[in-house]
């Protein structure tokens, strides 16, 4: 068995030929991308294949995050506090993906609770790169980015802030936050109400567009279509490592030579108020969600015990300090107007896109590749000591709090070098022709 199975399409292919079984399939899977040292998984069902259902995926082996419930096996979130929770329910997202004949082969490890961008010291290690071990894998779908960068066809991970998109960028595949609302999230361990969304992890955008066909149901209709001659807005994104810098460039050169036209975007650089907005939307809502979630589902355990049980030092203190003391008035009334500055933002992204007359905007994924793993989860960036937090969800940050759609997609970079992301964002619900956009500049950066 080969790497050439590693995608939908092939895995497809293969199964229909009889050139290897559901059984054979997920066994190779698990052994791939369950490798040492990288500690993509967490736990592993090899019966899942034994009796595959009919249906599109019928036999193809898909790994979950570990927030996403997945009957009889755990769901810890990343964390030992919920360690002996086993749903004995699929969420209604892993029911689609179960109709359509998929394979649920693994649960993945995440950074723990969602909380962090590295997938360091979670409660049962530390996920690496799928490139180079040494560094981190992202996160907070840590281990689905580099399960399917080591050989999975496909996973689902979640997105609040960035968390299916950095990781997969890291990695070197493919990552899909749909619009908010777009896919069924019940029963996946919460965070922000307002903007958490499940989302495909593939090696490549047209497998993305299959898994949302299903994932979506019946979605609405988008507003806008693709044209003959794609035109994207490049976004000034402010200081880039010198190793992305160059990727991205030669990612844009190589999209003008296809025809797509690209035109500079002056949209102004509002990320310290993307960072308020997101810590002024995200804490409270993870405060009441966590709660109600807790309620629902582990009712024997409190906020504040789940966050004693937290391994990783900077989210048990996030925990501590932000999200478990019940918000006061003065917080819910600084967390209704980020909610309105948001819907400002939603209006200011659409005038945008109208001024520029773009089909998407056009930026680098994350500034800097995958960090080198590190205790206190910081970055250097143009001689600037960050938390990797702030790093990596900076450019990420404004289309996650209007609810928009964002695609990464890999930047070809020689053998062995540390992958780079080109990321696309499209307006809210225009998911389809942003993924038809992502087809025509993959299909750029391979020729």
């Not at 895995?11 to 059984?23: E, H, T």
């Not at 899909?176 to 090696?203: E, H, K, N």
């Not at 001689?383 to 937090?389: A, H, I, K, T, Y």
Request: glycine share 10%.
């Amino acid at each position: 068995m080969t790497g050439a199975l590693h995608d939908l399409a092939n895995a497809r292919r293969a199964l229909d030929a009889g050139a290897v079984s559901a059984v054979e399939l997920a066994t190779h899977v698990l052994h791939e991308a369950g490798r040492e040292p990288y500690g993509a998984l967490l736990a592993v069902d090899p019966e899942a294949a034994s009796a595959p259902a009919a249906g599109p995926l019928s036999g193809i082996p898909i790994v979950v995050k570990d927030n996403i419930h997945v009957r009889n096996l755990p769901n810890t979130a990343g964390t030992r506090a919920l360690a002996g929770f086993v749903p004995q329910t699929d969420a209604p997202l892993v029911s689609r993906l179960r109709a359509a004949g998929a394979t649920i082969v693994a649960k993945a490890a995440m950074h723990e609770l969602s909380l962090g961008t590295t997938g360091i010291h979670h409660g049962f290690g530390t996920v690496r790169n799928a490139t180079d071990p040494t560094r981190m894998a992202g996160g907070s779908s840590s281990g689905v980015g580099a399960a399917v960068a080591l050989g999975a066809p496909a996973g689902i991970g979640t997105d609040t802030g960035g968390s299916v998109r950095i990781p997969a960028a890291l990695n070197g595949v493919v990552g899909f936050r749909p619009s908010t609302g777009r896919y069924p999230s019940a029963d996946i361990t919460p965070l922000s109400t307002s903007r958490d969304t499940p989302g495909p992890i593939t090696r490549s955008v047209r497998d993305a567009i299959v898994l949302d066909r299903l994932l979506a149901g019946a979605p609405g209709a988008s507003a806008r279509s693709v044209p003959a001659r794609l035109r994207l807005g490049v976004l000034r994104t402010g200081p880039m490592d010198p190793y992305v810098e160059a990727a991205f460039s030669r990612a844009l050169a190589s999209l003008d030579r296809a025809g797509i036209e690209l035109v500079a975007v002056e949209r102004g650089d509002e990320s310290a108020d993307h960072r308020r907005l997101d810590a002024a939307t995200a804490l409270p809502e993870a405060h009441h969600s966590l709660r109600a979630y807790l309620a629902r589902h582990r009712p024997a355990l409190s906020l504040s015990e789940l966050a004693a049980g937290v391994t990783n030092a900077l989210v048990r203190e996030t925990m501590r300090t932000s999200i478990v003391p019940v918000p006061d008035a003065g917080v819910e009334a600084t967390h209704r107007a980020a909610l309105a500055e948001v819907d400002a933002l939603r209006h200011a992204e659409r005038d945008c896109f109208a001024r520029w007359t773009i089909d998407a905007l056009v930026f680098p994924t994350t500034p800097l590749p995958a960090a080198p793993i590190v205790d206190d989860e910081t970055v250097v960036l143009a001689g600037r000591r960050l938390s990797s937090f702030e790093a990596y969800t900076r450019l990420l940050v404004r289309g996650s709090l209007i609810g928009a759609p964002g695609l990464t997609i890999p930047i070809p970079v020689g053998a062995g070098e540390l992958p780079v992301g080109l990321a696309l964002d499209a307006l809210p619900l225009d998911d389809e022709a942003l993924l038809a956009a992502g087809m025509l500049v993959e299909d750029a950066l391979a020729g």
